[in-house]
């Protein structure tokens, strides 16, 4: 039986900020970053003072919410954006900008995947890297429903047609998976 809580419990913020390789003086994308900004936070402390991290996300509540939060804090290095992932272009940000792009429980979300993913392959450098942990295709007494969640093995078919090399498929927790792209 499962008795998950959510935040760290249910995904390791630590292990799949150190999976992706955050380091110093990086710019990272949280793309679909919610309401807590669950990685953002942990991620702005990573990159720096000479790094960046882009907060984004559909929702202006929840960019606001997190406005209040980094001012309260004097953080520096975040910025929020609001961006619909499903347009390509729509991000207010140039392309080629982001070291490292978290989709982070976001693509279930959408009936647009390829185009959530279009998106964010456009913000990514050259040779940076795109993590995406999304939900198992287990049956659970929590989550999103089964047909919500996305295959993995869908992704990775889709991966080189958007200019996208696999580099690791990795046990991102009990109810999740993950998986690391090189951009090409």
Sequence with gaps: MY???GGNKLIDVQLILDKAGVKSGMSVGDLGCGATGHFVFPASEMVGNDGKVYAIDILRTILHNLNKRIK???IKNIQTIWSDLEMFGATKLEPN???IALLVNTLYQSQKRTEVLRETVRLLKPGGKLV???WKNISLPF???LESRVEKENLKKAAPKLGLKLEEDFFAG???YGLIFTKL
Excluded: A, R
């Design 97 to 99: 900008v982001l070291d």
């Design 3 to 5: 008795k998950i809580s």
């Design 72 to 74: 309260q804090e004097n």
């Design 143 to 145: 989550g999103p429903p």
């Design 132 to 134: 995406i942990v999304e």
């Design 174 to 176: 009990s109810c999740h």
